[in-house]
């Protein structure tokens, strides 16, 4: 099925640092997600994209939709202990109702 | 429910032994997903239901597996004749509808052991 390639598979950075990850497909893609999974949680929605070159953010985040609609980003400024974890792009397929995940990208932050 | 509720958080089986994996869906969300996901991987989508119906079961790995939904809330997801290979988280969401871009909203898992 599709894949979507997400990367870095891990970040460690410093406290205070900015993070940047990326998600790219080779199909194009009508909606994409990001998601932040705790320990022992289900992810947690953080971002929904909806149109090519849409730039959104929710407080220190910001993603965009690409514009050739293969590709997101997702940003976070500032970091802090509590943005440690596994965040997941997700997105759907033009015509299709299924999520597709990357592999997702760890987050580790030293204090 | 508040949010989607998943039972049992943890299961440890047998090889050989069948399961049965359970899904509260958020209240009126008509559409119910089922993912896998194995340690340090990604979501692996397995089936999804608009209703009771199953439009899509294409990511199911074996007959083994099979899930159903009645009265357009509660899902099970059964396993037959478990496998070691089984052993993963198995997620469960819910959306408004099945369509494309509504937002997904994720239980705990069900944490999958088998020995």
């Known amino acids: 099925g599709q894949q979507l390639n997400q990367s870095p598979q891990s970040m460690f950075i410093q406290e205070g640092e900015d993070v940047s990850m990326n998600c790219t497909s080779s199909s194009i893609f009508n909606t994409w997600l990001w998601y932040k999974q705790d320990p022992g949680e289900g992810p947690v929605l953080l971002i929904a994209l909806y149109k090519a070159g849409e730039l959104t953010s929710n407080g220190r985040l910001t993603a965009q939709f690409g514009i050739t609609r293969k590709d997101s980003f997702l940003n976070i400024s500032a970091s802090i202990p509590s943005d440690v974890g596994i965040y997941f792009c997700a997105g759907v397929e033009k015509g299709a109702q299924k999520l597709v995940f990357g592999q997702g990208t760890r987050l580790t932050i030293n204090p | 429910g508040a949010g989607v509720s998943q039972s049992p958080s943890n299961k440890v089986t047998e090889k050989g032994k069948d399961v049965e994996l359970r899904c509260d869906p958020i209240s009126g969300h008509t559409a119910l997903y089922w993912y896998r996901q194995s340690l340090g991987q990604g979501l692996e989508f397995l089936i999804y239901?608009?209703?009771?119906?199953?439009?899509?079961k294409s990511g199911l790995p074996s007959d083994r597996f099979s899930a159903e939904r009645t009265g357009g809330s509660v899902s099970t997801l059964t396993i037959q004749r478990t496998q070691q290979e089984d052993s993963a988280v198995y997620l469960c969401?819910?959306?408004?509808?099945?369509?494309?871009?509504?937002?997904?909203?994720f239980g705990n898992g069900t944490r999958l052991t088998v020995t």
């Open positions: 969401a819910s959306s408004l509808v099945a369509q494309e871009g509504s937002p997904l909203h």
């Open positions: 239901f608009q209703g009771n119906s199953a439009p899509d």
